[in-house]
């Protein structure tokens, strides 16, 4: 069966230091690969999106790679603020006319002042 | 734009009742999206809408659980009867008709079955 595995434990970090979040899936091909961002008592706000072809795409201070052979997105937060502790999630999208995303179950960040 | 509207925010019922969510997508917006997330299971598309007609309800559980649409503006999601197992938050969501379109979603509802 198709799973998705984001890294369970959840992640601290001091200030000004790099985040780095896994996504790991198997048995999928997806065509996308979304990540949001989820505070507590509120929906999930989309961040990026990467593309099966595309193997890094940045935004500001976040940069996600994609690396279909070893089935694994990496998402990276630089120069962390405690503003980025949050609940990170990812999404996968097989593409096409179907719409529904597969979710990882998310990875907690606090980033510590 | 308002965003996605859910309501209500916070519900809370009897075992046996019966509960009804609402969703307002944003306007344009031609997919509409009901989610149901726990603790344990994560984020889990109960079902989805194209242009107000129901395409994937594979993730609705059980006949207890129906979902409609009957105008671009408006969605409810019913259980009937509720059970304590229901209990979870709830999220509405929306977005646009090309593909690789991101989701947009609501504030959710926070539903206790007692």
């Keep these: 069966s198709q799973k998705i595995e984001q890294n369970s434990e959840a992640l601290n970090i001091q200030e000004g230091k790099t985040a780095t979040l896994t996504c790991n899936y198997t048995n999928y091909s997806p065509a996308y690969l979304q990540w949001y961002r989820q ?44 503003a980025d502790s949050a609940t990170y999630l990812c999404a996968l999208d097989k593409g096409g006319n179907n719409r529904k995303l597969i979710w990882g179950l998310g990875t907690s960040l606090a980033v510590n002042p | 734009d308002a965003g996605v509207i859910q309501s209500p925010r916070h519900e809370v019922t009897e075992m046996g009742q019966e509960v009804t969510l609402r969703c307002k997508p944003i306007s344009g ?5 009901w989610y149901r997330q726990t603790m ?7 079902i989805y809408f194209n242009n107000n007609v129901p395409i994937d309800d594979s993730g609705m559980p059980e006949d207890r659980f129906s979902a409609k649409m009957p105008n671009a503006s408006f969605s409810t999601l019913k259980i009937q009867p509720s059970e304590p197992r229901d209990s979870a938050v709830y999220f509405c969501a929306s977005s646009l008709p090309s593909s690789q379109e991101t989701q947009y979603f609501g504030p959710g509802t926070r539903l206790l079955v007692l």
């Design chain 1, 39 to 82: 505070d507590p008592g509120r929906g999930p706000v989309f961040l990026l999106l990467i593309r099966e072809n595309e193997k890094e795409k940045r935004k500001e201070r976040l940069k996600v790679t994609f690396d279909t052979t070893l089935k694994q997105s990496l998402f990276h937060i630089t120069a962390s603020q405690p």
């Design chain 2, 29 to 33: 917006h031609d997919y509409l999206f």
């Design chain 2, 40 to 46: 344990m299971r994560g984020l889990e598309l109960l």
